[in-house]
């Protein structure tokens, strides 16, 4: 039973930082792609980041790069997002996501790609 388990959310000024964690438990496979969302209030789910944590390949969303990162831990199954510069339009839920049975990460945002959710953190830019 694979669970996603976000952290690090919180208030921040404009033009602050923030980092995210997501650690994950119950992955079979070494490798898996796992990835970053944001939901506004009243919006639908957008992609962040995502990353294969078998090689390491990063992926971004427009509207976030140039000012987050995405990266995995030693061990990977942490998933981190490191979001500098942020932006009050960054305000909302960030949830972890992940694929299931170890496929690649795909070349889109789609979540129906995504199995596997955690709960969200709340990330607040005034």
């Known amino acids: 039973h694979v669970q996603l388990v976000e952290s690090g959310g919180g208030s921040v000024q404009a033009g602050g930082s923030l980092r995210l964690s997501c650690a994950a438990s119950g992955y079979t496979y070494n490798r898996n792609c796992m990835a970053w969302f944001h939901q506004a209030e009243g919006k639908l789910r957008e992609g962040v980041a995502a990353?294969?944590?078998?090689?390491?390949?990063?992926s971004y969303g427009e509207t976030v790069k140039g000012r987050f990162t995405i990266s995995r831990g030693n061990r990977k199954n942490t998933v981190y997002l490191q979001m500098d510069s942020l932006k009050p339009e960054d305000t909302g839920i960030y949830y972890c996501a992940g694929i299931p049975f170890g496929r690649p990460c795909p070349s889109d945002f789609d979540t129906r790609h995504y199995g596997f959710w955690g709960r969200g953190t709340q990330v607040t830019v005034s």
């Open positions: 990353i294969d944590t078998g090689t390491g390949t990063p």
